[in-house]
């Protein structure tokens, strides 16, 4: 029997526990799922993909990153029961959404700063080279899905710090 990572030796791993087999000596399941919490990993894959399925997978990925993989399958299962529609694809999205929100919000407290200091007279009025990088590059400041609203921010308060100068 192979013996898993903090199993007693000769116990069954995770997945030999959950299938109620004899765990050999070249199970493919126990050097990434543990006697202790494995099992319970392993019904969430076995559920989504099925076991056979999942040996398939981790027989096919070369030996120094199967453990990656075996996480990586262990995720998706677990989004996929959460979320039968979209599994994982949810949460990605959500974060993508987020950085989107944040890219927007970090653009903003850089026009700002930026007016800030123009009305401070910390920067030329036509604005600083932040701003002229910002005007002829938005992405070049860390602006992806905003470009356009940085722009139109951007043009904002270059009037704004045209006001103040004059």
């Not at 299962?77 to 959500?94: M, N």
């Amino acid at each position: 029997m192979a013996s898993s990572g903090g199993g007693a030796p000769g116990s069954p791993c995770g997945a030999c526990k959950f299938l109620r087999r004899k765990c050999a000596a070249e199970c493919v399941f126990a050097p990434h799922f543990c006697a202790e919490d494995g099992a319970a990993q392993f019904a969430a894959i076995h559920k989504v993909f099925g076991a056979s399925n999942a040996a398939k997978l981790l027989q096919q990925v070369p030996p120094g990153d199967r453990s990656e993989a075996a996480a990586t399958v262990t995720y998706e299962a677990q989004a996929r029961l959460r979320d039968p529609i979209y599994g994982c694809v949810a949460h990605i999205f959500a974060l993508q959404q987020q950085v989107a929100s944040l890219q927007v919000q970090v653009m903003q407290a850089k026009a700002q700063v930026a007016q800030t200091m123009a009305a401070a007279g910390g920067a030329p009025a036509a604005g600083g080279p932040l701003l002229q990088r910002w005007q002829m590059d938005p992405e070049s400041v860390g602006v992806n899905h905003a470009a356009g609203l940085s722009r139109v921010v951007l043009r904002r308060v270059s009037v704004l710090s045209l006001r103040v100068s004059h």
